[in-house]
């Protein structure tokens, strides 16, 4: 009989590893959100979207670039070449060009994960709270106590605070990775009243980046969509400020960075992202990459997630690839 293996979290890393080791184990992931993605989601609000976060992805291994192949063929996954600009409060923009290919998903960011996961056994709107080894099982508990099953391994791909309260290892195991906020503000505007370029690197200010989402590849033009992401400074100073004067805040930055005038603003939102963008990971003392995972194999318990290597899409791909490899070279 297959091992049963419970996977916590449904963005990038948790439906990387279903997905590597669905013919190895039987598999069930567990997501409290209602849909696919995490840090990768699209908000809808009537026609218009929002990728409010990650923007855009680089592929620059073997193994991303493989699993991108089919969906770069299918067009759910497509090469992204902004009129790119910097901007400074006090300087004029100039032009910013990037010298390896960009991805975005299409329709949106979640398009990727929505492309990865047919044929995976995922329960959405569940938040897993507790687990309990008994008699040489995990049993996993969801928010009300209620039982959501016994598995042979739990493996947790949930951003690392999240990971650290739930999975039973040592406080030392976490030492050496962190995770910084953001907010992300999400404007409504007709996309006349906005620049020619697409978006923006922002230097000097409470914003980082700005980017006309509706011109991404494969979004409708018509719906004119920002997304301004604050610094982590900026959102950890102000992270438990009033939402309302955040979103205030940050549209009044928006619009004196773009010339933008306040009242071609139709519609404002806001979204704080607690656990955003990972911290570097460092080397160990001999100069060895990190590992990228945390196995401890006796107990079979796992943990994986952009935080294993320092943030960003890629690395959640490859961290939850790494450990997914290193499962089915030992047998599970
Ligand atoms: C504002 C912002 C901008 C970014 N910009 C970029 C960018 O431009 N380029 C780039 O490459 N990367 C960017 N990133 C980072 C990128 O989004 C992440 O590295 C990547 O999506 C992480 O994937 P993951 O699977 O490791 O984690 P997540 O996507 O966070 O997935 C973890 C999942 O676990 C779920 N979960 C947590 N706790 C529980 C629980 N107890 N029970 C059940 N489910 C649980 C969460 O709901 C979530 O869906 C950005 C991130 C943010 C927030």
């Keep these: 009989m297959k091992p049963s293996i419970a996977i916590i979290g449904a963005g990038l890393a948790g439906l990387t590893l279903a997905r590597e080791l669905s013919e190895h184990a039987d598999i069930t992931l567990f997501e409290k959100a209602r849909g696919l993605g995490g840090r990768m ?81 995922i329960a959405l709107q569940t938040r897993v709270e507790t687990l309990e080894q008994h008699q040489g099982k995990w049993q996993l508990f969801d928010d009300k ?36 906020p953001c907010y992300a503000l999400m404007l409504k505007v007709d996309d006349h009243d906005l620049p020619v370029w697409d978006a923006a690197q922002v230097n000097d200010s409470p914003l980082r980046w700005i980017a006309f989402n509706h011109r991404l590849p494969g979004r409708n033009r018509e719906l004119g ?17 009033d939402q309302e004067q955040v979103t205030h805040i940050l549209t009044e930055h928006f619009c004196a960075l773009t010339g933008v005038a306040p009242e071609a603003v139709q519609e404002a939102q806001l979204h704080r992202w607690r656990y955003a963008l990972a911290t570097e990971v460092e080397n160990d003392p001999l100069g060895h990459e990190p590992q990228g995972y945390v196995l401890d194999s006796e107990r079979k318990l796992a943990a994986c997630g952009d935080w294993c290597l320092g943030g960003r899409v890629e690395a959640a791909f490859t961290s939850a690839h790494r450990l997914a490899v290193q499962l089915k070279q030992q047998g599970l």
């Design 225 to 241: 969509a920002v997304v301004a992401h604050s610094t982590a400074n900026w959102a950890a100073a102000h992270l438990e400020d």
């Design 145 to 180: 106590h209620e039982p959501l099953g016994e598995f042979d391994w739990v493996i947790s791909s949930a951003p690392l605070p999240q990971t650290e309260e739930l999975m039973p290892f040592e406080a030392s195991t976490w030492a050496g990775f962190g995770m910084l």
């Design 41 to 121: 989601s699209t908000r809808r609000r009537e026609q218009h979207r929002w990728d409010h976060g990650a923007q855009f992805f680089t592929a620059r291994s073997r193994a991303f670039k493989t699993l991108l192949r089919p969906f770069i063929d299918s067009g759910a996954v497509v090469e992204w070449q902004p009129n790119i600009t910097t901007l400074n409060p006090e300087q004029a923009p100039y032009k910013r060009p990037w010298f390896e290919p960009h991805y975005v998903a299409a329709p949106g960011m979640n398009g990727l994960l929505k492309a990865i996961s047919p044929g995976l056994n």
